[in-house]
């Protein structure tokens, strides 16, 4: 005889089962550590190598993470690979890839758009932003909300 549970359940409980097997063939830890490989590796390497996907073995311990290198790094990167293996282990918090296998050839990067430059604000309610933000002067979050400032009223007068 089955038991079956009367009543509401958390989808939070539920939803790793239900989604373990689609993340894993479509690569979520790949998808990740393509976005933020510069942040993983660092610039230098990342300047020369992109990540192109995660390939999983029979076992779960054998995911092999396939990078796109420029032949001139092609040796450097071989020569820093467990380095990097541990990185993006560590970024992810578990032992995601378990070997890197390099292919040599071109690393094209997408070119990132420049963001459109804020409109002036107009004197009083620069200086008005200002007086709200003075007690944060001199750290990256008054930099921050007065950026974030700018662009509100901005955007709040182009649609006046």
Same mark, same amino acid.
């Given at each position: 005889?089955?038991?079956?549970?009367?009543?509401?359940?958390?989808?939070?409980?539920?939803?790793?089962?239900?989604?373990?097997?689609?993340?894993?063939?479509?690569?979520?830890?790949?998808?990740?550590?393509?976005?933020?490989?510069?942040?993983?590796?660092?610039?230098?390497?990342?300047?020369?190598?992109?990540?192109?996907?995660? %390939?999983?073995?029979?076992?779960?311990?054998?995911?092999?993470?396939?990078?796109?290198?420029? &032949? @001139? !790094? +092609?040796? #450097? $990167?071989?020569?820093?690979?467990?380095?990097?293996?541990?990185?993006?282990?560590?970024?992810?918090?578990?032992?995601?890839?378990?070997?890197?296998?390099?292919?040599?050839?071109? %690393?094209?990067?997408?070119?990132?758009?420049?963001?459109?430059?804020?409109?002036?604000?107009? &004197? @009083? !309610? +620069?200086? #008005? $932003?200002?007086?709200?933000?003075?007690?944060?002067?001199?750290?990256?979050?008054?930099?921050?909300?007065?950026?974030?400032?700018?662009?509100?009223?901005?955007?709040?007068?182009?649609?006046?």
């Amino acid at each position: 005889m089955s038991t079956r549970r009367q009543g509401l359940r958390a989808i939070a409980r539920e939803l790793p089962d239900v989604t373990r097997s689609a993340l894993a063939k479509r690569g979520f830890a790949a998808a990740r550590a393509i976005a933020d490989w510069p942040e993983i590796v660092g610039p230098a390497l990342a300047e020369s190598s992109v990540p192109e996907r995660l %390939v999983r073995g029979r076992d779960a311990d054998s995911a092999t993470l396939v990078v796109r290198v420029r &032949p @001139a !790094a +092609a040796l #450097e $990167l071989q020569h820093w690979m467990p380095q990097v293996i541990e990185r993006v282990n560590g970024y992810f918090g578990f032992r995601a890839v378990g070997h890197i296998r390099l292919v040599q050839g071109p %690393v094209t990067r997408p070119k990132r758009r420049a963001r459109p430059a804020l409109p002036a604000l107009a &004197p @009083a !309610a +620069a200086a #008005e $932003l200002e007086a709200q933000l003075a007690p944060l002067t001199g750290s990256p979050l008054h930099d921050a909300l007065l950026n974030l400032g700018r662009a509100v009223r901005a955007r709040a007068a182009s649609r006046r």
